[in-house]
């Protein structure tokens, strides 16, 4: 279902939303009011997945930097995407790395879950609850 006008949208009605490397498009100034619309249409205990680069990874700052797509792209740290959701008013947020080894590794995934600590992984994925009363 495509929704061009957020206040069509049903408030306090989603269980779930994932903004997929959507954040780094959206200007600075906007981004807070992005987080405040998501956090108002998802239910009491709708949790948030914000799936980003990660600044921190070399590699994939050079991909953003040569990717046509990417000309407007203002990548976020993760500290960044946890404050945002913070103080939108989500709840027990936390950030997982992600997205290791490249295709050529790709037998050596498996052991990605247990590197999720590591601020190496080329994306990184925030995760927070809409708290029910805030």
């Known amino acids: 279902m495509l929704h061009e006008d957020t206040a069509k949208i049903p408030d306090r009605h989603f269980e779930c939303a994932v ?6 498009h ?5 981004r807070a009011e ?3 619309t998501v956090r ?5 205990g709708g949790r948030l997945f914000i799936f980003e680069h990660n600044p921190l990874n070399p590699v994939t700052r050079r991909a953003v ?4 797509f990417d ?7 993760p500290g960044e995407s946890k404050r945002l959701m913070k103080t ?3 709840a027990a947020v936390s950030v997982e ?6 295709h050529a590794l790709a037998a050596l995934r498996p052991l990605e879950p247990s590197l999720s600590w590591l601020p190496l992984g080329a994306q990184y994925v925030a995760v927070g609850a809409n708290q029910p009363n805030a």
């Open 65 to 68: 930097a040569t990717c046509p």
């Open 40 to 44: 108002q249409k998802l239910a009491p």
């Open 97 to 102: 790395y992600i997205t290791f080894f490249p």
């Open 71 to 77: 000309h407007d792209a203002i990548l976020l740290w």
């Open 19 to 24: 903004l997929s490397c959507v954040l780094h």
């Open 88 to 90: 939108a008013g989500f």
């Open 26 to 30: 959206v200007p600075l100034a906007e």
């Open 34 to 36: 992005l987080m405040q």
